[in-house]
């Protein structure tokens, strides 16, 4: 079939785009475009179209949004997604509901888009030959084997080129976000990647603001329940009065103001996996019921006469000692050793030091795109910087760090001074609200105070001085808490 029978409809809210696009594949397809999904869905229904190319961020409708809507329409013609950053979620939200045939970061490559066209267009190409068979078929039985064969044919084309597109995602995408040149981080991950393979419950543990989370994401991206929910809770911002109702549903009266029924998370869970975070702040009085769930896979709704079954891998994190909280009778003991089954613990960013320029590297790429900014590099000195730092809030609060300095740098060097992260509000408890030892305040006070002289120890402007302390004491208390002076090494 001549090229030119194809129709492409190609929708982006940048004319510029637009004419760019036309002017490169008019000469082998016909090409028409919309400036909008509105414009875009009525030419789609106007049109025979063969293929539709989208943007995903567009105003009023998203691209992936834009494709479901024309999907009910006609799920024929194939849907490519054009995406710039961080639409990762969409994306695989997207392939694995089957509502795009490729997607490709922008800015496109011709070559790509022209391999990808011609792949899809052939699946069309089938799909239009399977059309005029079964047509023919309604007047004759005679060629009902062959019609069979095209449209089993047609299937198996269709269903490995989705398969291969979720390979293709999860093996680009497994530990999304998470950035480490640590050998003992890069252990964890190894863990991560075995335990996601079997369906062992896996708790994990560390501080506020170390990447439980994304540790959480990544076991189910691995296992073979990726293509189905993964639902997160936390456990320690719902109430009591509604975690029950959360976790479990009602039905239709159970309680005042439950005016129909209402599935829970475990059920919109099924045969995916639930992430209770923060599972350290789980009522007492509600952990029998949990504990039911993880060993029989069953529990009742609030206000049901029958049982609900599910399949549900269960993923639990927190930054309390469960241990300790069993002895102190806060948690219970066998629901302690029934998530404990896989421990993963995520250390604090003070002790895997050496991944925090890779991380500042990250952070700066992802605000800059974010803010619109153009930074091409990043001071030496500011790496030492923020390594000399202690972060109490682990990569959050380094996140939280870059993303003002890049919000408040005026060039392409991104640049930070000691005065400017120390002017972050610096908290006397940890991130687990219990009170920081006696040396770990003094090692911060006295760090701050080098900064502040820049690291001279004697002398009339060192910090001995500002602290009103001798000068002998201090070194000794600088040897203990083993502080280190950075390089001074220029911008």
């Not at 990250?362 to 030492?384: D, E, M, P």
């Amino acid at each position: 079939m001549d090229q030119k029978s194809y129709t492409i409809l190609y929708v982006d809210d940048e004319e510029i785009n637009l004419t760019f696009f036309s002017a490169t594949f008019s000469w082998e397809y016909n090409v028409i475009t919309a400036l909008s999904a509105a414009d875009a869905i009525r030419l789609f229904q106007e049109n025979e179209v063969d293929l539709v190319v989208a943007d995903q961020r567009m105003p009023g409708m998203s691209g992936v949004e834009f494709f479901e809507h024309i999907y009910g329409l006609n799920p024929e013609p194939a849907r490519i997604l054009l995406t710039g950053y961080g639409d990762l979620e969409t994306i695989i939200q997207a392939v694995n509901q089957g509502k795009i045939f490729h997607f490709f970061q922008k800015p496109w490559v011709e070559e790509d888009l022209i391999a990808a066209f011609e792949r899809a267009l052939k699946i069309r190409t089938l799909q239009r030959e399977n059309a005029d068979l079964i047509a023919h078929l309604k007047k004759s039985n005679d060629d009902l084997s062959q019609a069979l064969g095209e449209v089993e044919s047609l299937t198996i084309l269709l269903e490995e080129e989705n398969q291969l597109l979720r390979e293709e995602v999860n093996d680009n995408f497994n530990f999304d976000d998470i950035v480490s040149n640590s050998v003992n981080f890069q252990e964890i991950l190894q863990r991560t990647a075995r335990v996601a393979a079997t369906e062992a419950t896996v708790l994990i543990t560390g501080e506020t603001g170390t990447g439980k989370e994304l540790l959480a994401r990544a076991v189910h991206r691995l296992s073979k329940r990726r293509q189905k929910p993964f639902i997160k809770i936390n456990c320690a911002a719902l109430p009591i009065q509604l975690i029950e109702s959360e976790l479990f549903g009602h039905e239709k009266g159970a309680f005042t103001g439950a005016i129909s029924s209402r599935p829970g998370r475990f059920e919109l869970a099924h045969q995916g996996t639930i992430f209770l975070d923060e599972i350290g702040d789980f009522p007492l009085e509600l952990q029998a019921k949990l504990l039911r769930v993880l060993q029989e896979g069953e529990f009742d709704r609030l206000g049901a006469t029958k049982t609900t079954k599910v399949d549900v891998r269960v993923i639990a994190a927190t930054h309390v000692d469960l241990d300790s909280a069993v002895r102190q009778g806060k948690f219970r003991a066998d629901l302690f050793y029934r998530l404990n089954v896989f421990p993963i613990h995520t250390p604090p960013l003070r002790e895997r030091k050496e991944d925090i320029p890779m991380l500042v590297r990250h952070f700066v790429r992802k605000y800059a795109l974010k803010n619109g900014k153009v930074i091409r590099r990043i001071s030496k000195k500011t790496y030492h910087i923020l390594q000399a730092h202690h972060w109490p809030g682990n990569i959050r609060e380094l996140e939280n760090v870059v993303e003002r300095g890049v919000i408040m740098s005026k060039t392409d060097k991104f640049k930070m001074q000691p005065d400017e992260l120390w002017s972050m509000p610096v908290s006397s408890r940890t991130n687990n609200g219990a009170i920081q030892s006696l040396d770990e305040n003094e090692r911060l006070h006295i760090i701050r105070a080098l900064q502040q002289t820049s690291w001279r120890v004697t002398g009339d402007q060192g910090a001995a001085r500002l602290l009103q302390i001798n000068e002998r004491t201090l070194q000794s208390r600088i040897r203990k808490l083993e502080i280190k002076r950075p390089k001074e090494i220029d911008d």
